[in-house]
């Protein structure tokens, strides 16, 4: 294994793991207790979609928009798993452990070290997934930890988190002219729409305007 896949795996597994701090505040400044926070970094762990649960739940939407919500923003990772399947060849219950970690930095670290070999990809995959996993999780409690220490989420200007994470999240993604306008599109229905439906529908309907203009990008 080359020193490279070592490198680009620990320095995103510690960059990428240390994010979590974040969820753990938004998490307990949406109202979730920090077991709950723990749990959502331990069974779910995929930033996105945690912060989606987090968000809608901390707004007062259903248990069934926010495990929508989630889905919808973690269905890439189905496709990671369809790329990834012929590289890694598991089974069992590494295969299992294979689908936990299946993120966007534990592919692209694979997928970026395939022209060396399988072997290096494959490793490359598996040191940052774990790393991730592993740093993710503890900045998560850390971050949980801390944010129940300061009393009322609010007073601190800590309501505000998940709006702010969703929005780092999204900026740099905003790279050509028709992300820019799909973005600007979901934003002004989803203002459209708060007033009107329970917290978490607005989210998923927004998930109409991508769909939209890859529809008529291919028409």
């Known amino acids: 294994m080359s020193r490279a896949v070592i490198r680009d795996s620990l320095s995103i597994s510690i960059a990428v793991g240390s994010y979590g701090a974040a969820f753990g505040v938004a998490s307990v400044a949406a109202g979730l207790s920090i077991a709950q926070t723990c749990a959502l970094s331990l069974l779910l762990f995929s930033g996105a979609s945690q912060f989606a649960v987090a968000g809608v739940l901390g707004a007062g939407g259903s248990a069934l928009s926010a495990i929508a ?3 919808l923003l973690a269905l890439r990772n ?3 798993g369809a790329r990834m399947a012929p590289l890694l060849q598991v089974r069992g219950l590494k295969r299992l452990l294979a689908s936990q ?3 966007d930095e534990s592919t692209a670290i694979a997928l970026a070290h ?4 399988a072997a290096d990809a494959r490793k490359g995959f598996w040191l940052t997934g774990v790393g991730i996993y592993f740093f993710w999780n503890l900045a998560t409690l850390l971050g ?6 300061l009393g ?3 007073q601190w200007g800590l309501d ?3 709006p702010a994470a969703f929005l780092g999240l999204l900026w740099p993604r905003l790279t050509s002219q028709l992300a820019r306008v799909v973005g600007i599109s979901a934003v002004a229905l989803a203002l459209i729409l708060t007033p009107l439906l329970t917290p978490g529908l607005p989210i998923i309907a ?5 769909l939209i203009a890859g529809w008529r990008m291919r028409s």
């Open 78 to 80: 189905g496709f990671y």
């Open 101 to 103: 970690i299946t993120i």
């Open 152 to 154: 009322d989420p609010a």
């Open 144 to 149: 949980a930890l801390g944010a129940n220490a």
């Open 160 to 162: 505000a988190t998940i």
């Open 206 to 210: 927004c998930v109409l305007i991508p």
């Open 114 to 117: 395939e022209s060396k070999g």
């Open 69 to 71: 919500a989630s889905a």
